[in-house]
């Protein structure tokens, strides 16, 4: 059982440039989330989706944008990487939100040079 | 919009010792979840609470959420080398799971 996944696990990005970061769920849950995560600083929501076709932005959005046209897939784009953009980041998914348990990815360590 | 805070947010640890960390947020929760990031690792999922003064255990693991459901903490007894790691409460409101800065635990054998 696979769970969470995210792809790629590391990258480099030159500033300016533009990727994906993919994350697929294999356990039918509604609620997907990004969050990135900088050292000693928690966990930051970038956006949020509540089922497929619905998608709304979290604390941190700017610089990114996700779509969700399937259950299980939840990807995340960056336009234009920013050296600000170097993080973690953390795909996850629950069932409902607040009410269970969410699952993370292993996570996608990103550098911009 | 909601902000949720944790302190410590360092803790080292003799082995053996006793620590709690604490979590308070700025709004009342609907419920608060622990948890658990290993170093280089992914956040665990460990508890969530629900009920006001609501307590839990886990082994040496005993969790408590606020009266006024505003705050928890996490208490940790004869703290062993495999709780090294960090430590998140996440408050749910609306569709959103807000997590706190988290509290990383070492510990001195």
């Known amino acids: 059982n696979a769970g969470v996944t995210q792809t790629p696990k590391f990258r480099i990005l030159k500033i300016g440039q533009s990727m994906t970061l993919q994350c697929t769920q294999d356990m039918n849950h509604n609620y997907m989330y990004w969050y990135r995560q900088d050292p000693g600083m928690g966990l930051k929501l970038i956006y949020y989706s509540v089922g497929a076709g619905i998608t709304d932005k979290g604390e941190v959005p700017n610089g990114y944008n996700v779509s969700r046209s399937t259950t299980e897939d939840f990807p995340l784009r960056l336009e234009l990487a920013a050296p600000s953009q170097t993080s973690v980041y953390f795909c996850a998914s629950s069932p409902s939100t607040g009410w269970t348990e969410a699952f993370f990815g292993q996570g996608t360590r990103l550098t911009v040079v | 919009g909601q902000q949720v805070m944790q302190i410590p947010q360092y803790q080292h640890v003799q082995e053996g010792e006793d620590f709690t960390t604490y979590c308070n947020s700025s709004?009342?929760?609907?419920?608060i979840q622990w948890y658990k990031q290993r170093p280089g690792g992914h956040p665990v999922f460990l508890i969530q609470?629900?009920?006001?003064?609501e307590v839990k255990k886990q082994k040496r693991l005993t969790f408590q959420f606020g009266e006024a459901k505003k705050n928890s903490s996490l208490h940790i007894t004869a703290t062993q080398t495999t709780d090294v790691g960090t430590y998140f409460c996440?408050?749910?409101?609306?569709?959103?799971?807000?997590f706190g800065a988290g509290t990383t635990v070492t510990v001195r054998a």
């Open positions: 996440a408050g749910g409101q609306d569709y959103k799971l807000s």
């Open positions: 609470l629900v009920k006001s003064g």
């Open positions: 709004t009342t929760l609907s419920n």
